[in-house]
């Protein structure tokens, strides 16, 4: 029963900071800096995101073997090929190196 608790005040919590950005949005003037900043910080924590999910799995170096295949995934992703043919090379190529020993 407490895990159905933490999860329906999670989803209230997550629906009320989505709301709050919505409905302040016109109250709180930003300067001209920060909304030029701001998209840039968004991208820069979804890259901090992509790197620690590359590199680490429990607070510990990862292996070579995910971050060989991300490496991969980012070239076919630069060279423009389909978003499925992406996730499948790299997963390929992670899936590949660890097949012989890679960790």
Do not use: C, K
């Not at 924590?45 to 170096?61: I, P, R, S």
């Not at 997963?91 to 660890?98: I, P, Q």
Request: aromatic letters at 6%; zero cysteines.
């Amino acid at each position: 029963m407490s895990l159905v608790v933490a999860i329906a005040a999670l989803a209230v919590g997550t629906y009320t900071m989505r709301l709050a950005g919505v409905l302040l949005r016109e109250r709180l003037d930003l300067s001209e800096r920060v909304t030029r900043i701001l998209p840039m910080a968004a991208a820069a924590l979804l890259a901090a995101l992509a790197a620690t999910a590359t590199f680490t799995e429990d607070q510990a170096f990862a292996g070579w073997a995910r971050p060989a295949g991300v490496a991969f995934g980012a070239l076919l992703a630069w060279r423009r090929a389909p978003f499925v043919a992406v996730v499948v090379g790299a997963a390929a190529v992670a899936a590949g190196l660890r097949l012989l020993g890679v960790p």
